[in-house]
């Protein structure tokens, strides 16, 4: 059983940096099939695909054209997690923001879903 | 790219069959049969119900099911019961580079 178990803060300032983290048990995030995907949800823009990492054989990412210039998807280092950053953030980035599985190759639907972060971008 | 179009909200009584549009382009849902929905209970993670269009992931009740025509993909609930009052939203692959695109989401409310 895939479990993604997200941590982060919950408040961000405007013109900070956010940073949320996506630790995975039961897969691994260099897995050849898989891919590791956020997403956020706000009322005012729904849900909302902001990008991936995956491996094969070597990392690859695609990001949103919405957020490209500011967003940095990474595989974890040591650990087996993925993580976001989104540099720059303004209230507009205030959202629920969710990791994901995409857990076969070029399928590009969700299976395993992380519980949520709640970001709210204020002074 | 905009988001899929999908009515904000549908309603039904218990035991009914409802169906939930999820309108796209001929970029996206036209496409590809790469349609999925996914059911929200406030608080708690989205869940997979459907996949590839029609496919549905073990465990899933087979009321659920998922069919698409053109560039307009949809979710039929049959049988509805209490336990189905959810959200609701579609996602489709529109192409390397917009990627993913979500469906507004559709509120079902079970009368």
């Known amino acids: 059983q895939v479990q993604l178990q997200q941590s982060g803060p919950g408040l961000v300032k405007p013109s900070q940096t956010l940073s949320l983290t996506c630790a995975i048990s039961?897969?691994?995030?260099?897995?050849?099939?898989?891919?590791w995907h956020w997403i956020r949800q706000s009322p005012s823009r729904g849900l909302e695909w902001l990008g991936r990492?995956?491996?094969?054989?070597?990392?690859?990412?695609n990001y949103a054209v919405s957020v490209k210039s500011r967003i940095t998807i990474n595989p974890g280092t040591s650990r087996n997690q993925f993580s976001l950053q989104l540099n720059s953030v303004t209230p507009e980035d205030t959202a629920l923001y969710y990791c994901?599985?995409?857990?076969?190759?070029?399928?590009?639907?969700?299976?395993?879903w992380g519980q949520g972060t709640l970001v709210t971008v204020s002074s | 790219q905009s988001a899929l179009t999908q009515p904000a909200s549908v309603s039904g009584s218990p035991g009914q069959s409802i169906t939930i549009s999820c309108t796209g382009t001929?970029?996206?849902?036209?496409?590809?049969?790469?349609v999925s929905w996914y059911q929200h209970h406030p608080g708690k993670a989205p869940k997979l119900m459907i996949y590839?269009?029609?496919k549905r992931p073990s465990g899933v009740s087979n009321r659920f099911s998922g069919s698409k025509s053109g560039s307009t993909a949809s979710l039929t609930i049959s049988g509805l019961q209490a336990e189905d009052e959810a959200d609701y939203y579609c996602?489709?692959?529109?192409?390397?580079?917009?990627?993913?695109?979500f469906g507004g989401g559709t509120k079902l409310t079970v009368l």
């Open positions: 994901a599985r995409e857990g076969a190759r070029l399928t590009y639907y969700f299976d395993y």
């Open positions: 996602c489709s692959y529109a192409g390397s580079t917009t990627f993913l695109l």
């Open positions: 590839e269009v029609s």
């Open positions: 001929s970029s996206d849902v036209g496409s590809y049969n790469l």
């Open positions: 039961g897969d691994s995030v260099s897995s050849d099939s898989a891919a």
């Open positions: 990492t995956y491996y094969r054989s070597k990392w690859y990412n």
